[in-house]
């Protein structure tokens, strides 16, 4: 469902900025999923562990729901007619020929024109904003194309190429349903045995899928956060996970939620009488400290950048000196940033 931004015309864009050094930018991922680092943040409290103590604080009874999207491999390099480079970033697929894009170019290409891509042509249909409607001319559908033309959609902050080993490294081990175009990161840190041992514990778990869009990476524009206009995304909850939900609200367990994707998933299915509605939605719903958490209970993320609609989120979630004092200590203690970095298991603001 699509959600009006919240309207708070106090909340302004500098409260939310903080300065990283560059070297703490994680450029690849751990030698081993689960041997991230962990920093436990609960309030004033703030722990540091290893990924792997994980299981040891999630509660039986308690439900680990994960976001289930998969990455496509939606960069790709082509040429105009006149030999001009063009990169496009795909950003959803529509059909089976055709897909809405980011473009980057020296010129950018106007409805009619063209970019070969090796082994198709896509023609510019339309144009809305910074995505570009694409046609086409493939051998093939082009989810399947993609997958043999395509390259890993590293985020922007990554400085090098996509390597062979991020084909598997940038994708969660759980991921089911390709559309994603990022990855949803908090879910990076997991490996088989690790579920395996979280299960272990009588913890229950579930999945909901949201296509993880371009949109995540683009920056706030305006100072007035009132003013923001989230991106959308498509997301599906299956009715499973619904009484999942309510099944760990009746014996007392808490809804831990396996990134922020997760969480806005959750957040956007909720109805007037705070059950989880099933089924697929699409949801721009902008989370910014103020808002009323009515699903999640506990929050495992990645560390987000400055300036950002996720720092927001996560703000709103642990409160917004809670989340200044722990991306302080990550610094100081020089935890890995953004996708391929460390993490944080949060406790939720005091309501």
Do not use: C
């Amino acid at each position: 469902m699509a959600t009006e931004p919240i309207p708070n015309t106090s909340l302004f864009l500098a409260d939310f900025s903080f300065e990283l050094p560059p070297e703490l930018i994680a450029q690849a991922p751990a030698a081993a999923r689960t041997s991230s680092r962990l920093l436990h943040v609960a309030g004033t409290r703030l722990d540091d562990l290893s990924f792997a103590d994980l299981p040891a604080h999630i509660a039986p009874g308690d439900l680990v729901v994960f976001n289930d999207t998969r990455v496509i491999r939606a960069r790709l390099v082509g040429a105009k007619p006149t030999g001009g480079r063009v990169e496009a970033l795909i950003e959803e697929i529509v059909g089976d020929d055709r897909a809405w894009a980011q473009l980057r170019a020296s010129h950018l290409p106007k409805p009619g024109g063209t970019v070969a891509f090796g082994g198709a042509t896509a023609t510019v249909l339309d144009r809305k904003g910074r995505l570009f409607l694409l046609e086409f001319d493939a051998p093939a559908p082009l989810a399947d194309w993609l997958e043999r033309h395509g390259s890993v959609p590293l985020p922007p902050y990554i400085a090098r190429p996509a390597a062979p080993e991020d084909a598997d490294r940038y994708q969660t081990v759980y991921a089911r349903y390709p559309g994603a175009v990022a990855a949803p990161t908090a879910g990076l840190h997991f490996d088989p045995p690790l579920i395996s041992a979280i299960a272990g514990r009588g913890v229950e778990m579930a999945y909901v899928t949201l296509h993880v869009g371009a949109g995540t990476f683009q920056p706030i524009e305006v100072d007035d956060l009132s003013q923001h206009r989230m991106h959308t995304e498509r997301y599906e909850i299956p009715a499973t996970t619904a009484a999942a939900v309510e099944a760990a609200r009746a014996r007392g367990g808490r809804v831990l939620a396996v990134g922020t994707t997760t969480l806005r998933a959750l957040e956007s299915a909720v109805d007037a009488d705070g059950r989880i509605r099933p089924g697929p939605a699409l949801t721009d719903l902008f989370i910014t400290p103020g808002f009323d958490f009515r699903v999640v209970d506990r929050l495992l993320t990645n560390f987000h950048l400055p300036r950002s609609t996720l720092l927001l989120l996560v703000s709103a979630f642990g409160g917004a000196d809670a989340i200044r004092r722990a991306y302080a200590h990550a610094i100081a203690q020089k935890y890995r940033f953004f996708s391929y970095g460390d993490a944080m298991l949060l406790e939720p603001a005091a309501r």
